[in-house]
């Protein structure tokens, strides 16, 4: 078969042995669609599939394949996070800019601070620092995957759960991008070079000029002009991000917040998500999983991902309810929202994967980082929906 051709059989399992795990076993509930894709692109990778079944992987994932799924996969993402922060309601984040931003904190340090600890006993057992990493670099790579949120897949899970566009889900969104934005400046820090540093600042300084500019030319455009200078836009701010250090989704992410979404008609804005996640995003989770290259290191890996996935879990409960003693929020509102802060899954992967790619983890922590992100996002949906039921009054708290 020629390149073509190879890669349609790549989209054929893209599309196809997903989506037939997730309705002939009914997943739904425990496994999105989302995660059995994740997982799928585990088994099919270099690590499992590659090793099992060697020819089978070289012939279909072939470097110019794999090189072709990145790229739609990489497309697909910068819109579907470009999406998210058009919707993001920036007057309203600043309106509730304290309560955002106290309750973003806790999110973020407290599993910060419980990732560390845990890296710190890792560090009595050889085999999982990095030969590039200082110490330092370690615990803070370790407790901060402990910390993400994955945007991406929180937006589809309450979207399936219907409070994306309630008060519930607004709040939401606000936790998790302030702290995705922390995430990536986090790991600019661990990968620190003074070139990275002087990138950023240039950066920072045109994106803010050049958001004065595009939002005075908007403003005078009509709005099917602005579709086209808005996509300009996204492939400009996400390739500056790129360059600077701070990660093509962050800049993606940023050249949405920057729009406001009264410039475009809202069912179009519904209907291009519709299809970015039906058409294009499942490229994205399969070909994240093609990346991964990982051994599985026996019941020392399983001990460790257990190890994680408490520290991910506890710590964020623990901020998210110390946010809500703080803030005197009602009866339950702090256990729903911390538990739909736990989708880790695609961000945690991608964070985990630059770490080991920069010699701060070995595989067998990236393995332990990726079962806790898997299990940690496989825990939301079966815990929020109840909760959800029993107060259905939540939905409509702005905070």
Avoid at 145 to 154: N, S
Avoid at 158 to 175: A, F, N, S, V
Avoid at 180 to 185: E, F, L
Avoid at 339 to 362: H, P, S, Y
Wanted: hydrophobic content about 60%; overall charge positive.
């Amino acid at each position: 078969m020629n390149t073509t051709e190879l890669f349609l059989v790549a989209m054929l399992i893209v599309f196809s042995i997903p989506y037939l795990i997730w309705r002939v076993f009914r997943t739904d509930y425990w496994a999105p669609l989302v995660v059995v894709q994740i997982v799928t692109g585990v088994l099919l990778g270099p690590g499992l599939l590659g090793a099992a079944l060697p020819e089978v992987y070289g012939a279909i994932f072939t470097p110019p394949v794999i090189a072709s799924l990145n790229g739609v996969a990489w497309w697909a993402v910068s819109l579907f996070v470009f999406l998210a922060g058009i919707e993001l309601d920036l007057p309203l984040a600043w309106k509730s800019r304290r309560e955002s931003a106290v309750t973003a904190g806790f999110a973020l340090f407290t599993p910060l601070l419980a990732g560390c600890a845990a890296a710190a006993l890792l560090l009595l057992v050889p085999g999982w620092v990095g030969p590039k990493a200082a110490t330092w670099q370690f615990v803070l790579g370790i407790g901060m995957a402990c910390a993400v949120t994955a945007l991406p897949i929180l937006i589809l899970l309450m979207e399936k759960m219907d409070i994306l566009r309630q008060p519930l889900g607004q709040r939401i969104l606000r936790y998790a991008s302030l702290d995705d934005i922390a995430i990536w400046g986090v790991l600019a820090i661990i990968l620190l070079d003074w070139q990275r540093v002087g990138r950023q600042v240039i950066f920072l300084v045109l994106f803010a000029l050049a958001c004065w500019g595009l939002r005075w030319l908007m403003q005078r455009l009509a709005e099917s002009d602005r579709w086209y200078v808005a996509l300009v836009w996204l492939i400009v701010v996400a390739l500056g991000a790129d360059w600077c250090g701070l990660h093509y989704m962050v800049g993606a992410f940023l050249a949405g917040v920057a729009l406001d979404m009264r410039w475009f008609d809202r069912d179009k804005l519904d209907q291009l998500r519709h299809h970015v996640l039906l058409v294009l995003m499942p490229v994205f989770f399969l070909s994240t999983g093609l990346r991964t290259n990982w051994t599985l290191g026996g019941a020392t890996v399983f001990l460790a991902a257990a190890l994680l996935l408490a520290a991910s879990v506890g710590g964020k409960l623990l901020g998210i309810h110390l946010a809500a003693r703080v803030q005197r929020w009602q009866p339950g509102e702090a256990s729903l929202v911390g538990w739909l802060l736990q989708t880790k899954a695609l961000i945690e992967i991608i964070f985990a994967n630059v770490l080991l790619d920069k010699g701060v983890i070995t595989s067998g922590t990236f393995t332990a980082l990726l079962l806790m992100a898997v299990a940690s996002t496989m825990l939301t949906v079966p815990l929020v929906t109840p909760m959800l039921k029993r107060n259905p009054g939540l939905i409509g708290r702005s905070g």
